[in-house]
Nanobody, 118 residues
Framework: QVQLVESGGGLVQAGGSLRLSCAAS????????MGWYRQAPGKDRELVAC???????KYADSVKGRFTISRDNAKNTVYLQMNSLKPEDTAVYYC????????????WGQGTQVTVSS
């Protein structure tokens, strides 16, 4: 099993920034990629960004140029720097872990709320 613990959500005004962190523990040798999904009220869960152990990344078109995903392999931690936030970024953000970039997540964090006010 892999445990994922998120932090860093909150309330911010449009145009502001937030940084999410996610620390992985447990059977981390079984995972290669980590990432972030989000789910807004009434909408399906969607991929925001993901990164593998080689630092290859993938982003949703809606966040390209505004969000940056990074990881610290020594700390088993992944970060999501979110800049120029928009009200439509409001959602619960979930940290995920999978066996490869773009693959279906095998593990999910508990989620952290991000609210962007207009």
């Amino acid at each position: 099993q892999v445990q994922l613990v998120e932090s860093g959500g909150g309330l911010v005004q449009a145009g502001g920034s937030l940084r999410l962190s996610c620390a992985a523990s447990g059977m981390i040798f079984s995972i290669n990629a980590m990432g972030w999904y989000r789910q807004a009220p009434g909408k399906d869960r969607e991929l925001v960004a993901c990164i593998n152990s080689g630092s290859s990344t993938k982003y949703a078109d809606s966040v390209k140029g505004r969000f940056t995903i990074s990881r610290d392999n020594a700390k088993n931690t992944v970060y999501l720097q979110m800049n120029s936030l928009k009200p439509e970024d409001t959602a619960v953000y979930y940290c995920t872990a999978s066996s490869g970039l773009g693959r279906k997540p095998a593990y999910w964090g508990q989620g952290t709320q991000v609210t962007v006010s207009s």
